[in-house]
């Protein structure tokens, strides 16, 4: 099993560019999420989906859009890049409330973005 | 804001030493977790205690929960050098969605 698998693993944008992060699990989890985490912040909900065709916004949603169209994918855009967005990026997934495993996250392993 | 307070912010010990790190939180909760974070590596799932339980084990690791008082503890007996990470609570208030808190930096020096 892969788990939770985030590309790419490290970016550099410009102000003003757009980029997709992308994420993808093989565990049929329902629940996906995306979170930010910045120094001395924690980790910061962005957006999250709590099945195909769902999503929601976080703490945080602003400059960021979201798309749920399969189980399996759960792609982070940034429509126009601002230095205020240079921190790890962290796609996490879990079976949601129900199961042996309810509201257990597995994480990707981040994904570093630099937004000059 | 986020929901939980973590205490102390950094933690600095001997190997062999007990760790405790607290956590407190606002709103009540379905659950509470605990995730531990090496450097530069994702977030993994240590341990879950639900909002009716009061203590749980797991190996080294125990954690308390007091929802009257809306905290946690996390307590590593015995610590070792590879325990050396971050710290984070988290708590599930509806479905699926955890909310984190600032984390305890942890150093066990050997």
């Known amino acids: 099993n892969a788990g939770v698998t985030q590309t790419p693993k490290f970016q550099v944008l410009k102000t003003g560019q757009s980029m997709t992060l992308q994420c993808a699990q093989d565990?049929?989890?329902?629940?996906m999420s995306w979170y930010r985490q910045d120094p001395g912040m924690g980790l910061r909900l962005i957006h999250y989906?709590?099945?195909?065709?769902?999503?929601d916004q976080g703490e945080v949603p602003n400059g960021y859009n979201v798309s749920r169209s399969t189980t399996e994918d759960f792609p982070l855009r940034l429509l126009s890049a601002a230095p205020s967005q240079t921190s790890v990026y962290f796609c996490a997934s879990s079976y949601g409330d129900r199961g042996p495993g309810a509201n257990v996250l597995t994480f990707g392993a981040g994904s570093r973005l630099t937004v000059l | 804001s986020q929901q939980g307070e973590e205490d102390p912010q950094a933690l600095s010990i001997q190997e062999g030493e007990n760790a405790t790190m607290n956590c407190s939180y606002k709103t009540s909760i379905n659950n509470l977790q605990w995730y531990r974070q090496n450097s530069g590596r994702g977030l993994v799932h240590l341990i879950l205690i639900r909002s009716n339980e009061r203590e749980k084990h797991s190996g080294r690791l125990r954690v308390t929960l007091d929802t009257s008082k809306k905290s946690s503890s996390l307590l590593i007996t015995a610590s070792r050098a590879a325990d050396t990470a971050s710290y984070f609570c988290a708590q599930t208030t509806s479905y699926g969605k955890l909310t984190f808190g600032q984390g305890t930096i942890l150093t066990v020096h050997p």
């Open positions: 989906s709590v099945g195909a065709g769902i999503t």
């Open positions: 565990m049929n989890h329902e629940y």
